[in-house]
C-alpha cells in the first residue's frame, strides 16, 4: 500500500508561480509513474502531468509550457512546477501513482488563481 499526501497549493495572482508536492509512503515509489490530475467545480477530474520511472514526462496541452513535473526517486516525492498561472487553472489538484493493476491517489490541494 502507498499512501500519498500533497502540498504546495494556495492562493496565487494570474502570472504567479506555485510548487506542489506529493511525497509517498512505502519502498515501490520508483517503480510508479507518477502523475498530477485536476478537478475544477462542475467539471470531469483531468490529466495534468505526467512523469515515467525513467524520467519521461507528458503534458495537457493547456499546461504545455507552463508546468513542469519532475520526481526524486530518493525521496520518494513527485513535483509539479506551476509557472505563469491562469485563472483557468484553479482547481483541485491530486497526485496519482499507478502500475499495472495498482492506482493510489492523494486527497488533494487547492490552487486558486485569482486577483
Known amino acids: 500500500q502507498v499512501q500519498l499526501v500533497e502540498s504546495g497549493g494556495g492562493l496565487v495572482q494570474p502570472g504567479g508561480s506555485l510548487r506542489l508536492s506529493c511525497a509517498a509512503s512505502?519502498?515501490?515509489?520508483?517503480?510508479?509513474?507518477m502523475g498530477w490530475y485536476r478537478q475544477a467545480p462542475g467539471k470531469q477530474r483531468e490529466l495534468v502531468a505526467v512523469i515515467s520511472r525513467g524520467g519521461s514526462t507528458n503534458y495537457a496541452d493547456s499546461v504545455k509550457g507552463r508546468f513542469t513535473i519532475s520526481r526524486d526517486n530518493a525521496k520518494n516525492t513527485v513535483y509539479l512546477q506551476m509557472n505563469s498561472l491562469k485563472c483557468e487553472d484553479t482547481a483541485v489538484y491530486y497526485c496519482?501513482?499507478?502500475?499495472?493493476?495498482?492506482?493510489?491517489w492523494g486527497q488533494g490541494t487547492q490552487v486558486t488563481v485569482s486577483s
Open positions: 496519482n501513482g499507478a502500475q499495472g493493476s495498482w492506482s493510489f
Open positions: 512505502g519502498s515501490i515509489f520508483s517503480i510508479l509513474a
